[in-house]
Structure formats: structure tokens, C-alpha cells
């Protein structure tokens, strides 16, 4: 199947939300090309984890994308407000 493009069917059938992923891959290249060498390496790769989780955590909390609900307790709301802590901590030192 290698080189065959896939049929109309086949793309019309994807979610509107399985298209995201190549326009936020793309903004994800501009931003460290542009964004990462002014903030610095440590700064970029924290803010990007730190997104990471604290946006995770929001769709397992709303069950968002048709994930299973898994409820943020204390302990997971600290979990993410230490990673931003730790993010101000990062870039203020």
C-alpha cells in the first residue's frame, strides 16, 4: 500500500479533531524555532511537559475526545499547579 493516497470515504470519515494534529505538530516546529533559543531549552521543554499534563489532566477530568472520566482529585490538581510552580521556578532562576 505503500505511495496509494487514501479514498474519499476514508478521509471523510476521520473526526474533525484527527486533522488537528498536523496544523499543532507544525505550530509546535514554529514555536521551538522561534520561541525556544529566547527562553532557553530548560523553559521550552518545561512549558511543553507542563501544557502536556495540565491539559491531560482536563480531558480525563471532562472525559473530552471520548475518554474514560477519571475525576481530578486534590492530589492531581497539585500534581499540575507544582509543574507550574516548578515552571516559574525554571524561568525566574
Not at 52 to 60: H, K, P
Request: glycine share 16%; aromatic share 8%; net charge positive.
Amino acid at each position: 500500500m505503500t505511495g496509494q493516497r487514501p479514498s474519499a470515504e476514508a478521509l471523510s470519515g476521520v473526526p474533525w479533531w484527527g486533522w488537528t494534529g498536523g496544523v499543532l505538530g507544525a505550530v509546535y516546529v514554529l514555536a521551538t524555532v522561534l520561541v525556544a533559543d529566547r527562553v532557553g531549552a530548560a523553559v521550552f521543554m518545561g512549558v511543553t511537559v507542563t501544557v502536556a499534563i495540565v491539559t491531560s489532566l482536563a480531558m480525563d477530568h471532562f472525559g473530552l475526545l471520548g475518554f474514560e472520566v477519571h475525576r481530578a482529585g486534590l492530589a492531581r490538581i497539585a500534581g499540575g499547579l507544582l509543574m507550574v510552580a516548578g515552571i516559574g521556578l525554571i524561568a525566574k532562576f
